[in-house]
Structure formats: structure tokens, C-alpha cells
């Protein structure tokens, strides 16, 4: 697996590793670059569309669409259009399991946390209907303090969980997609080398392509061109960076790869909704991580 593209982020706490998201594109847009995380992470669309790409496969959501991303798949996300709003669950599926080596937990919760099991991706409109009150109740009763809050959320997802058996949404796998898979490669290097100058001409150079041929075949398989998938991995480096350190805009433009401050606050805005300095104080007042 590319580690560069790993999302290490913790979600919830030690005790209750579930986190919930209320993601909308007002302030600024949604534009996540790929990344994979060792979580399931559970997307309901409740308003807009939203163009989402789970390995080499592009999806558009709309209201009351729901789509189960399984740990370790590579993925990304963009509004795609000015309403987009969704709810997004993350947790190890190994939450779920019991401590009792029973039938529930041998058969269908074990293959799910050791990832021999996955589920399909988008759900099918039925199952999405039954899935879509599970998982609102899942996020209201993760944000009650209160230990029944956790019992609940739990309750929730397992409810989930036998709904996926029962409609036959989940299928065995053998392996994992191989890391060597270029989707992967390139984004994995585009992550790591975001903060340098990069060309068409480079990356043509790196993945033994012509420029000309480098951007069709991006623009093919990342589902959008390679100067705006360039900006959103620089914006996301340059969110990672305000949040982490006291650096000055100037030192935190530079390390994302942005060519000077002010061009870089006029693109942070445009995607953020706010300033770089806002967007630290937010982040500051709010505990994010």
C-alpha cells in the first residue's frame, strides 16, 4: 500500500473510535484528493450531487444515495454542485466485533474487520432506504456523551451490518488490490511531492508517458484535470500545515507547493471559504485535528 496516501487521522477516541462528519459545501467546496484509511467510512447524500471515485470507479450521488467505503480503498470526493451536503460515518469495522467467537461474529463480522469480506459500493436503492434511518440514529446516539450513546450508535451499525448480509451486498475477496496499481503510484507521488514544482512534463517523465499523453490518461482515470487535482492535494497539505504548526502563511504557502502568499490565500479562500488564518482559528477553537 502506498503509506503516503494513508489517512492516520484519529477518528473518535479511544473508547468510541467512531467519528461522525456533516460535510457541505457552503463555505467553500468539498474537494478531498484520494487517500485510504484502515476505517469504513458510510456516506448518506442528503442534498446536491457529489462526484466520488472509489478506486478507478466514478459515482455520482444524490439525495438519499449511500455509499459504504471499505477500509483500504482509495478514494476521493468533490461537490458537484453549490447544495452539497452529506453525512459521513468513520470506524474500524472492528468495533463491531464481539468478544464471544459466536455465529454473527464468525460469519459475517470477522470477514469484514480482516478485510476477506468487502461491501459493494454504492447500495442499491431498496437497501439504501433501510440503511439511510440506521445510519442518521448511528450519528445522532455517537454524539451523546453518554455510554448509551456508544451502545446505540453500535446497535445501529450492527442493525446495518445484517441488512448488507441480508440483501447479499457483501462478497468475499481473497486479496487486496495490488499496490503497484498506477492509480495508486500517481497519486501516492503527487501526495509526497506536492510541495515541489510540478509539470505535466515531469510527471510524463516519471510515469514514462508524453506530457500530452500523461494529462488524457489522468484526466481519465482521476475523473478531473491535473492542475485542479494538484491544488486540492496543495490545499489539503497547506490545512494539515496551519493545523499542526505556528508557521507564518508565506512558510506554509511554500511547503504546499504554492508559488506566494498571496496567490495561495486568493486559492485557499476560493476552496475554504475563509482565510488561512480564519481557517487556523477555527480549527483552534474547535479542537480539530
Known sequence: ??????????????????????????????????????????????????????????????????????????????????????????????????????????????????????????????????????????????EDPAPAGALGAKAALLALAAQLYRAGAVRRISRDRPAGDPLRRIAGYLQQHCGEPLTLQRLGEEFHMSPKYFSSYFQKRFARNFSDYLTAVRIERAKTLLQQTDAGVEWVAQQAGFSGSSYFIRVFRRAAGCTPGQYRRRCRQTGTQ
Open 1 to 142: 500500500m502506498k503509506r503516503e496516501l494513508e489517512e492516520t487521522r484519529r477518528q473518535g477516541t479511544a473508547m468510541r473510535p467512531l467519528q461522525v462528519y456533516h460535510m457541505r459545501s457552503d463555505p467553500g467546496a468539498i474537494d478531498v484528493p484520494f487517500h485510504w484509511h484502515e476505517n469504513a467510512e458510510i456516506l448518506l447524500m442528503q442534498t446536491g450531487t457529489l462526484a466520488l471515485q472509489v478506486e478507478a470507479v466514478p459515482f455520482t450521488g444524490r439525495p438519499g444515495d449511500v455509499f459504504f467505503i471499505n477500509p483500504r480503498e482509495l478514494h476521493g470526493m468533490q461537490s458537484a454542485s453549490a447544495d452539497c451536503a452529506y453525512l459521513a460515518i468513520v470506524f474500524p469495522l472492528s468495533w463491531l466485533q464481539f468478544a464471544l467467537a459466536d455465529e454473527a461474529e464468525e460469519n459475517c463480522l470477522r470477514p469484514l474487520a480482516d478485510r476477506r469480506a468487502r461491501v459493494t459500493t454504492r447500495l442499491d436503492p431498496a437497501l439504501a432506504g433501510l440503511a439511510a434511518p440506521l445510519l442518521i440514529s448511528a450519528a445522532e446516539l455517537a
